[in-house]
């Protein structure tokens, strides 16, 4: 039997959570939802309702990409037959059969990558449009490499299923028929979202940045008031879920969804990501300045006290091996590498906390040092993502890398709100996939909601976030969880 659509264990008080958080609550009122496992739009610029004028009108932008449709791309009326994912109920025998449904629910955020095209007519989307000074023309080069689908002739559509299952046209008349298998579909040219580096390849592009006509968010996108990016794919996955992992699941795809290990591939995967753009010139510069969307925000956006009373909010970070003056790389993620290395894979983590601190340090010294000491990070991150995907995150190494998140060595580095968020989202999504593997049972899990709630409270205000009393709430809740050991 089917199980209830979304009901991965905690996620709806997890919802709650990130919507309650201000920088993740603009990320998932924003995110859009495809027909697909995984997200694949980019962080869509949240806004009310359309407003009676819209600076740019969604035809003149229309037909811009006309003509621009990749071969192969179907659309979305391709996938809509009433047999097929079309459906209002979820009875399907083999799939759910209303995927449509939920990647065109309004009134919540499965519904959001259907709605990404459309929140650029909004009013903070007209907003932002209106402040980077973009006609038409300029709305399809900045916007539409992710918040409509490459190679779509609707930009309309938003980001559709294709976005992330890949053009169709070699798998969709034979996907449903007798014989088929999720190798086929692969063979055939549909994308192989059941392995992590793959799909998180595709979410990365447009939920990080990627390096497509307009897949880059940078500094001056957010300065014009698009939300911060910020990635971690498990979690994001399981907010847009639209399929049941039941035993036909099972057998089509190999197995069961392991969270954990999806979480640690998406964090390797995105150290690799953010490096690989620093390591381009033209996306390391802006001008005469740094370009900023690879910097940690809240280092540099503190609030500045010029009396005598004023004091240094910052705190020092032993895995940044800069001075208070300088604006540190956001190393959210990589903070969330070494914490998953150091049990997964100790051998290879001490090499990579050497490499990361030198990535660091070489900044202060010149671009060539930089990006050579980015690269030889970025070898490392590639490695441990392989040695992740390979691994089986057993019920004690999960464990253990909770511990690690909130051991002293790694706890002493969530001095900013970015590192502190990642950690709060990786200790919920752990134990979440303990819950799914078998591991751990829900009712366990569920007496530990008011810890990890309490670690949600900690970060719930960028402007207002205590590093040290983050750790303290961060411990008890590792600690609680702990109990279940």
């Known amino acids: 039997m089917a199980r209830p659509f979304g009901d991965r264990w ?3 008080a997890m919802l709650d959570n990130f919507l309650s958080i201000r920088r993740l609550g603009a990320l998932l009122t924003a995110v859009p939802r495809s027909g697909a496992i995984a997200f694949a739009a980019c962080l869509a610029m949240a806004g009310a309702a359309l407003g009676a004028s819209s600076l740019i009108s969604p035809s003149a932008v229309q037909a811009q990409s006309a003509g621009a449709t990749l071969r192969g791309h179907q659309g979305v009326a391709s996938c809509a037959g009433s047999t097929c994912h079309g459906r209002s109920a ?13 990647w065109q629910e309004d009134s919540s955020p499965t519904g959001a990558h259907s709605r990404a095209w459309r ?20 709305v399809q080069r900045e916007c539409a490499g992710c918040h409509s689908s490459p190679g779509a002739a ?64 940078a500094h001056r996108i957010m300065a014009a008031g698009h939300p911060r990016i910020s990635f971690e794919m498990d979690l994001f996955t399981t907010l847009q879920q639209h399929h049941d992992e ?85 190393d959210e993620n990589m903070i969330m590498l070494l914490a998953a290395a150091r049990v997964v894979a100790p051998d290879a983590a001490t090499a990579f906390d050497a490499k990361s601190k030198a990535f660091h340090r070489a900044m202060a010294a010149n671009r060539a040092e930089t990006v050579a000491a980015a690269q030889e990070l970025r070898q490392s991150a590639d490695q441990l993502s392989s040695r992740f995907a390979s691994a089986s995150f057993t019920r004690d190494q999960t464990f253990a890398i909770m511990d690690s998140i909130a051991s002293e060595a790694i706890g002493e580095r969530f001095t900013d709100y970015e590192g502190a968020v990642q950690s709060v989202m990786a200790v919920d999504t752990l134990l979440n996939g303990l819950v799914n593997q078998g591991m751990v049972a829900p009712s366990s899990a569920g007496n530990l909601r008011i810890q990890i709630n309490q670690a949600y409270a900690a970060v719930r205000d960028p402007n207002g976030f205590q590093p040290l009393a983050f750790r303290k709430a961060l411990g008890s809740a590792v600690r609680s969880i702990r109990s279940l050991r």
């Open 10 to 12: 905690g996620r709806g």
């Open 90 to 102: 979820a009875d399907g025998t083999v799939v759910r059969q209303d995927e449509l449904m939920r």
């Open 119 to 138: 929140v650029i007519q909004e009013p903070r989307g007209q907003a932002i449009v209106r402040r980077m000074g973009l006609d038409a023309a300029g």
């Open 154 to 217: 609707r930009v309309s559509d938003g980001v559709d299923c294709e976005a992330c299952h890949g053009a169709s046209s070699g798998w969709l008349s034979t996907h449903y028929t007798v014989g088929a298998s999720h190798a086929r579909n692969v063979a055939q040219g549909m994308t192989d979202l059941t392995r992590p580096q793959v799909k998180a390849q595709v979410c990365l592009d447009c939920h990080f940045s990627g390096d497509a006509k307009g897949q880059f968010i």
């Open 246 to 330: 039941d035993a036909d699941y099972v057998q089509r795809k190999g197995g069961k969804t392991n969270g954990m290990r999806m979480w640690a591939v998406g964090q390797a995967e995105a150290v690799k990501r953010s490096l690989e753009l620093f390591s381009q010139p033209a996306r390391a510069v802006d001008g005469i300045f740094p370009e900023f969307t690879f910097y940690d925000c809240h280092s540099c956006h503190r609030r500045i006290y010029d009396g005598e009373d004023g004091n240094v909010t910052a705190v020092p970070n032993p895995g940044r091996p800069v001075h208070l003056g300088m604006p540190p790389y956001n």
